[in-house]
T-cell receptor, first 114, second 113 residues
Framework: AQSVAQPEDQVNVAEGNPLTVKCTYS??????LFWYVQYPNRGLQFLLK??????LVKGSYGFEAEFNKSQTSFHLKKPSALVSDSALYFC????????????FGAGTRLTVKP | EAGVTQFPSHSVIEKGQTVTLRCDPI?????LYWYRRVMGKEIKFLLH????????ESGMPNNRFLAERTGGTYSTLKVQPAELEDSGVYFC???????????FGSGTRLTVV
C-alpha cells in the first residue's frame, strides 16, 4: 500500500523568503501526487497535483512542487512566502494502477512571520 | 456549484453515546470518501463509496463505525457507541472520477468526553 512521509511537523519562514515543505512517498507503480492546504476552520483545499509530464508542477497561490522519481519526493515550494500562507499542508499519494485510494501524510504546519 | 457539505461542523458527545455525521457530496460525483484525522496525526482513509456501493472499507477502525450511502447521494457515518479515541476531525470528499483530485468538505470535529 502507498504511504507518505512529511518529515517536518513545523516549518517557520520569514515573509518574503522562499519556503519548502518536504514530502516523500512510497507506492507501487506510478504515483499520483497531491498537495492540499487547510486554513483554520476550513476544509482541505486542493493546491496542485502531479500525474505525468513535467516534473515541476505549478499550482494555486504561487505554489509549485517538484516531482523527483529517484528520490521519491514531491516537495512543495514557493519563491516568496506570505503571512497568509500560514496553514497546515498535507501531501498525498495515490497509486495509478490499482484500487487503493488517496493516502495522506501527517501534515506540516507552516508559519510565515512578518 | 455547491461544494461538499458536512454536518454538523462540531459535535461533543459523551462516551457511550451515538453520533451520526452527514456528508453531501458535489452533485453528480459518484465517488465519496471518508477520512479521519486524529490530533497531530495523518489524515487516515476510512472508506470509499462508488455510488451506493462500498468500494473499499479497509480503513474502518472497528464495527462501531457504520457508513451508508443510500441512493448514492449523501452519506452518513455513525459511531455507536462512541469511545474517547474516536475524537478527531472527520473529513468527507467527493470526486467525479478517480483520476482527479478530491473536493473536501470542511470536516466535522468530533469530541468524545
Amino acid at each position: 500500500a502507498q504511504s507518505v512521509a512529511q518529515p517536518e511537523d513545523q516549518v517557520n519562514v520569514a515573509e518574503g523568503n522562499p519556503l519548502t515543505v518536504k514530502c516523500t512517498y512510497s507506492v507501487s507503480g506510478n504515483p499520483y501526487l497531491f498537495w492540499y492546504v487547510q486554513y483554520p476552520n476550513r476544509g482541505l483545499q486542493f493546491l496542485l497535483k502531479y500525474i505525468t509530464g513535467d516534473n515541476l508542477v505549478k499550482g494555486s497561490y504561487g505554489f509549485e512542487a517538484e516531482f523527483n522519481k529517484s528520490q521519491t519526493s514531491f516537495h512543495l515550494k514557493k519563491p516568496s512566502a506570505l503571512v497568509s500562507d500560514s496553514a497546515l499542508y498535507f501531501c498525498a499519494v495515490r497509486a495509478l494502477y490499482n484500487n487503493n485510494d488517496m493516502r495522506f501524510g501527517a501534515g506540516t504546519r507552516l508559519t510565515v512571520k512578518p | 456549484e455547491a461544494g461538499v457539505t458536512q454536518f454538523p461542523s462540531h459535535s461533543v458527545i459523551e462516551k457511550g453515546q451515538t453520533v451520526t455525521l452527514r456528508c453531501d457530496p458535489i452533485s453528480g460525483h459518484d465517488n465519496l470518501y471518508w477520512y479521519r484525522r486524529v490530533m497531530g496525526k495523518e489524515i487516515k482513509f476510512l472508506l470509499h463509496f462508488v455510488k451506493e456501493s462500498k468500494q473499499d472499507e479497509s480503513g474502518m477502525p472497528n464495527n462501531r463505525f457504520l457508513a451508508e450511502r443510500t441512493g448514492g447521494t449523501y452519506s452518513t457515518l455513525k459511531v455507536q457507541p462512541a469511545e474517547l479515541e474516536d475524537s478527531g476531525v472527520y473529513f468527507c470528499a467527493s470526486s467525479q472520477d478517480r483520476a482527479g483530485g478530491y473536493t473536501f468538505g470542511s470536516g466535522t470535529r468530533l469530541t468524545v468526553v
